[in-house]
Structures are given as C-alpha cells and as structure tokens.
C-alpha cells in the first residue's frame, strides 16, 4: 500500500511563497509511471485538482493558480512538488497530493494558511 506523505504547509502573508513536497512509498519505477497532482481542500468546499504532471512532464494548472504555481516531480526521490507564488487568502486549503485517478490511499496533508 503506497503511503503519501505531505509537508512544507504554513502560515504565510499574502505575495509569500512556499513550496510543498509529497513523497510516495512507491518505488521510483513504479511512481515514474504516475500522473500525479495537487489537490486542494478549504473548509467547506469540495477538493479541487490544483496543477497535474504527467509522467513525461506534461503539466496543467487550475485558472485559479496559473501563472502563480509550479509543479515539478523528482522521480529518482519518488516526490513531486509544488511551488506556490504570490500566495492570496483564497489558496488557504489543506494541500494534499495523489495520483490523477485517486488510486493511492490520501496522505495527512498539509496545511496552508494566507493571512496578514
């Protein structure tokens, strides 16, 4: 059973910066061969797709973060990352990442709170 792990949440003002990072127990043949993605959930919304990335680095970002996010993926260290920019009070969520078909069991999260 593959486990995720989330981290790099925090408090942050708003225009800050932080980038996330999720690891995968899997093994990095198997996560090579993974779409993965960033998720989102705020209290009282439903969980929403963020940014994707294929296995060969094709990448989409909601219209929300475009322009604003990076993902990116190690896949020799199993992660993949999310780098989030001029960070607004609307990107306060819990952050979580899994495969695009929620194949993998959801890890903790982590959370991210943007507030002066």
């Known amino acids: 059973q593959v486990q995720l792990v989330e981290s790099g949440g925090g408090l942050v003002q708003p225009g800050g910066s932080l980038r996330l990072s999720c690891t995968a127990s899997?093994?990095?043949?198997?996560?090579?061969?993974?779409?993965m993605g960033w998720y989102r959930q705020a209290p009282g919304k439903q969980r929403e797709l963020v940014a994707s990335?294929?296995?060969?680095?094709?990448?989409n970002y909601a219209d929300s973060v475009k322009g604003r996010f990076i993902i990116s993926r190690d896949n020799a260290k199993t992660t993949v990352y999310l780098r989030m920019n001029s960070l607004k009070p609307e990107d306060t969520a819990v952050y979580y990442c899994?495969?695009?078909?929620?194949?993998?069991?959801w890890g903790q999260g982590t959370q991210v709170t943007v507030s002066s």
């Open positions: 899994n495969r695009d078909d929620l194949s993998w069991p």
């Open positions: 899997a093994s990095s043949f198997r996560f090579s061969f993974a779409a």
């Open positions: 990335i294929t296995p060969g680095n094709n990448i």
